[in-house]
């Protein structure tokens, strides 16, 4: 309850900020229609593509109608209206019945409320896997063995690990292995290091070296595999989309799941964290980097870069110190790896 006490001021905040800022860049798109009826399997950000040009502007023309409870969560069969209070685009629901609240699951929005993003997309990342720093996987404890000498071991098998020191019988560790090395292209400082996810076990005895049972595995644990402490932490799949504060820059360190061209729905890492003041659900446009050409036509042959061009629009997700998770929203052209991030302009 306190939440959406929070999230109802920070919409009033924002609609009072910037009501004037959308009507006069015309950000309601020209095609938009007077009302949308909500259907199982819409996104918010997909309806207010419907209704403006830049979709996660959407707060910008909230209205909280205040006789409909928790007007910020969208369920299917909501009306949304497109009027105008004060002369200024306003979209407002009606709801026929008061809907009730289930608890907040690990990682999927308050009951039958639509996403604001396609989960389905993140959900692999929004737990799973880690971006730890280089210390972290020197000192983690790491698999030595297993019984039967197996190269490789899956769910129930018994693996032996060193490096656990005393710990509560019953404990959890996920497994992870050393992956992707993320560094700096200006600075050339390496930001972190992807701990690829490969499963959960169980401590079932100390000792040097300890014994544990895999509990889970989403691939085969190898001997050299680190172990980190399991986290219960929750993440909160409910976004709120807005522009970051403060100006930042940085660019696309790498597209997940081993593809090379960055595109719609894509996961991504850029080189901006919670040091850069990176928060879930702030959103930054993309740019393709410009080329440089060889002026034919000058007599010196000069050598000129081309401007960047905006590519896309992309959402933080999910933080880490130096470095964050993105969706990838919108794409209006090829986007490339070390291609510009950017605080939107308005």
Known sequence: MYKNKILAILFTLLVSTYGNL?????????????????????????????????????PNIWYANPQVENPHLIYPGDVLKLVYIDGQPRIMVERSKTVKLSPQGRITPLDRAIPTIPLDAIAPFLTKPEIVDEETL????????????????????????????????GKGFTIVRRGEKYVDPKTKEILGYEATYVGESVLRANGDP????????????????LLLPSSDTTYDAN???????????GQILSVMDGVSQVGLY?????????????????????????????????????????????????????????????????????MHVLDVVRTPVY
């Not at 300890?210 to 595999?225: F, K, M, Q, T, V």
């Not at 976004?239 to 970051?244: I, L, N």
């Open 22 to 58: 959308l009507a006069e860049s015309g950000a309601l798109r020209p095609d938009h229609p007077d009302q949308y009826v909500v259907v199982k399997g819409d996104t918010l950000w997909d309806i207010s593509g419907r209704f403006l040009t830049d979709p996660w502007r959407w």
């Open 138 to 169: 020197n000192t983690a404890p790491y698999i030595v063995g297993n019984m039967g000498e197996h190269l490789a071991t899956a769910k129930d098998d018994k693996v032996y690990a060193r490096r656990i020191k005393d710990s509560e019988i």
């Open 210 to 225: 300890a014994s544990l049972i895999i509990s889970d595995s989403n691939r085969e644990a190898l001997s050299g595999d």
């Open 239 to 249: 976004f709120f989309p807005r522009a970051p504060e403060n100006k930042v820059e």
């Open 266 to 334: 894509n996961v991504v890492v850029i080189n901006l964290g919670k040091k850069d003041g990176m928060e879930h659900g702030h959103v930054l446009d993309i740019y393709e980097k410009g080329k440089t050409i060889t002026d034919h036509y000058s007599g010196k042959r000069d050598k000129v870069t081309l401007p960047d061009e905006r590519a896309g629009v992309l959402m933080v997700f999910r933080t880490f110190d130096r470095l964050s998770y993105a969706l990838i929203m919108y794409a209006e052209r090829n």
